[in-house]
Each structure stands twice: as C-alpha cells, then as structure tokens.
C-alpha cells in the first residue's frame, strides 16, 4: 500500500540522505565484521518520500556487537552524530549453548 505524503518537497535533505546512504554503503562493503545488512522501512521497500528516514539493519556477529554499536561507528559528515540507537532489545533473546 502506498501513501500519498502531504509534506512539502525537499530535495535538499533527499540528496543529503542519498549521498550519506552511499557512504555508509561503501563503508559497510569494506568492514570485514559486518555479515550483512538491509535497508527496510519505506526506503527499502521503494516508498519513501524525501523526508524519509533510514531505517538500516546491520548484521555481525555476537562477538562484535558492542564494538558495532558504537555511535560514531558509520560515517556523518560535517558536524557531529545527530542520533544513534541500540537497538538489540528488539531481537530475539539469545540462548545458551
């Protein structure tokens, strides 16, 4: 299903968002400790207007979690990291080996 955004165009921010999306590509390409990653929400399913957010899922091992997790980790641009979030609350609980 798609919905029609009534928010005012910005192209501005798109670009933004696009150029800092082939940073983070290109810099997840060459980390050896990322397993995968997936871009969801409405960018990843091709519903994204310009005032979209990134909703971006990055896979590593469990022994590399903490290191990952690290604001700052992914490239930002100029200036410094605006917003960051933890968030391994939303995936399954792991089990004990």
Request: glycine share 10%.
């Amino acid at each position: 299903m798609s919905i029609k955004s009534s928010a005012p165009p910005a192209p501005r921010l798109a670009s933004i968002r696009a150029r800092w999306l082939s940073a983070v590509t290109a810099a997840l390409q060459d980390d050896q400790v990322v397993a995968g990653a997936a871009l969801v929400g409405s960018l990843g399913a091709g519903g994204a207007d310009d005032w979209s957010d990134i909703d971006l899922l990055i896979v590593v091992e469990d022994a590399h979690l903490n290191d990952y997790a690290t604001p700052g980790r992914l490239p930002n641009g100029r200036g410094r990291l605006a917003f960051a979030i933890d968030a391994r609350h939303n995936g399954p609980l792991a089990r004990e080996r």
